[in-house]
C-alpha cells in the first residue's frame, strides 16, 4: 500500500516536470513551424510535407501533456455550470463524429449542480473521452452523452459508446501512461484525465464489456457541497 502511494507520488513529480518541459518545447515548436511554412513557399522543398506532419505530431503529443497535473492549488476555479461547456463540446466534435458515421447524442439534466473548476481543463477531460469513443467504433454508431444530477450533491458526466469495448484485465491499466492499443495513440489521453478529475476532488470510472461498448463516468462535487468541506 504504502509503495503504492510512493509510486504515484514519484509520477506526479515526474507529470509536473514533464507538463513544464513541455510548455517550454511548445514556443521554439511554433517558431519553427511558422519559419517552415515560409520557407516551403520560398523553395518548394519536397521534404517540407515531411517535416510539418512528424512536427505536427510533436506538437499533437506536447498539448496532450500540457493538461497534465497541474496541482490541486494551482487551479484556478471558477464555478460553472457544466452543461454549457458539454454542450459546446459536442457542438464542436458533431462535425468530425458526423464524418465517420457516428451521431453524438447529448442529454443534460437541467438540475445539474454547479461545480468549482477549471473549465479548460474539464474541456479536455470531455474531449478525450469522446474522442475515444469515436475511436473505438470504427464503422459507426450512437454515442449517448449526459449529465445527471446525483442525490448525494455529486454532478454526474457519462459518456457510454457502442464501441469494441475494453477487456477486463486492460480496464485497469486504462490510467497507465503510454498505454495504448492504438497504432498513433499517446496512451496519455486517460491518465491526463484521470489526474485532472482527481485534483478536483472528482472520480473517474470506466465499465466495459467487450463487444457492447464502454462507459466513462465522471463524478464531481456539487459547488453546494464543496463548500461545506
Ligand atoms: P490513446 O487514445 O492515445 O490510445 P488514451 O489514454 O486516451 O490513449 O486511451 C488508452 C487506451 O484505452 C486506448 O488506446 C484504448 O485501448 C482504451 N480505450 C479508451 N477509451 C476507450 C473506449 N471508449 N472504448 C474502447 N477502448 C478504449
Ligand atoms: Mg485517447
Redo the contacts with the bound molecule.
Keep these: 500500500q504504502d509503495l503504492l502511494v510512493k509510486k504515484w507520488d514519484k509520477l506526479g513529480m515526474i507529470g509536473q516536470l514533464a507538463a513544464g518541459i513541455a510548455h517550454e518545447i511548445r514556443n521554439p515548436l511554433t517558431t519553427i513551424k511558422g519559419f517552415l511554412q515560409l520557407l516551403g513557399q520560398e523553395t518548394n522543398t519536397p521534404y517540407q510535407e515531411l517535416l510539418l506532419s512528424e512536427l505536427e505530431r510533436i506538437e499533437f503529443i506536447m498539448n496532450?501533456f500540457l493538461f497534465l497535473a497541474k496541482p490541486q492549488q494551482d487551479l484556478k476555479l471558477e464555478i460553472k455550470n457544466l452543461n454549457k461547456d458539454l454542450t459546446d463540446i459536442v457542438d464542436f466534435m458533431r462535425p468530425e463524429a458526423v464524418l465517420n458515421n457516428i451521431q453524438l447524442d447529448l442529454e443534460c439534466d437541467p438540475s445539474l449542480p454547479l461545480v468549482y473548476c477549471e473549465s479548460k481543463q474539464i474541456k479536455q477531460v470531455m474531449m478525450?473521452?469522446i474522442?475515444?469513443?469515436v475511436?473505438?467504433m470504427p464503422t459507426g454508431g450512437n454515442i449517448s452523452i449526459q449529465t445527471m444530477a446525483k442525490p448525494d450533491g455529486y454532478a454526474m458526466i457519462r459518456?457510454c459508446?457502442e464501441?469494441?469495448?475494453?477487456p477486463k484485465e486492460?480496464v485497469k491499466r486504462?490510467f497507465e501512461p503510454f498505454?495504448?492499443?492504438?497504432e498513433?495513440?499517446?496512451?496519455?489521453?486517460?491518465?491526463?484525465?484521470n489526474q485532472i478529475i482527481e485534483n478536483h476532488k472528482g472520480t473517474l470510472v470506466?465499465s466495459?464489456e467487450v463487444g457492447k461498448?464502454?462507459t466513462?463516468c465522471i463524478l464531481l462535487p456539487g459547488a453546494e457541497k464543496e463548500r461545506l468541506v
Design positions: 496532450e478525450n473521452l474522442k475515444n469513443a475511436e473505438a459518456v459508446d464501441g469494441m469495448g475494453i486492460r486504462l498505454y495504448t492499443s492504438k498513433k495513440g499517446t496512451g496519455l489521453g486517460l491518465m491526463v484525465s470506466f466495459s461498448g464502454t466513462a
